[in-house]
């Protein structure tokens, strides 16, 4: 069975920091690709940040040089560092792991609020 457990979300001013966490059981995680999504009130789940297995990052233009994705595979965590928040960072997040044949796992989701 597989278990995420996210954490690390909050609220937060503007400007300010805030490490989002996710820890994996229950799959081979060095064969995955690891991701975290956002969703926000009324708009569509998107893409944030990816690491993918073969040591690959890449980033949304908006958070580019903000936010800061890792993976550590000895202890099957993916975190993502968010440096200089904006109100419109506010969002649901949630950390991803996609295998091979497009098996795909979603984390339960963590909550990030960002006030002006």
């Known amino acids: 069975q597989v278990q995420f457990v996210e954490s690390g979300g909050g609220l937060v001013q503007a400007g300010g920091s805030l490490r989002l966490s996710c820890a994996i059981s229950?799959?081979?995680?060095?064969?995955?690709?690891m991701a975290w999504y956002r969703q926000a009130p009324g708009k569509q789940r998107e893409l944030v940040a990816s690491f993918s297995r073969g040591g690959t990052s890449n980033y949304v233009d908006s958070v580019e040089g903000r936010f800061t994705i890792a993976r550590d595979n000895s202890r099957r965590t993916v975190s993502l560092q968010m440096n200089s928040l904006k109100p419109e960072d506010t969002a649901v997040y949630y950390c991803y792991a996609l295998g091979d044949g497009n098996i795909a796992y979603w984390g339960q989701g963590t909550q990030v609020t960002v006030s002006s």
């Open positions: 229950g799959l081979t995680f060095g064969f995955y690709d």
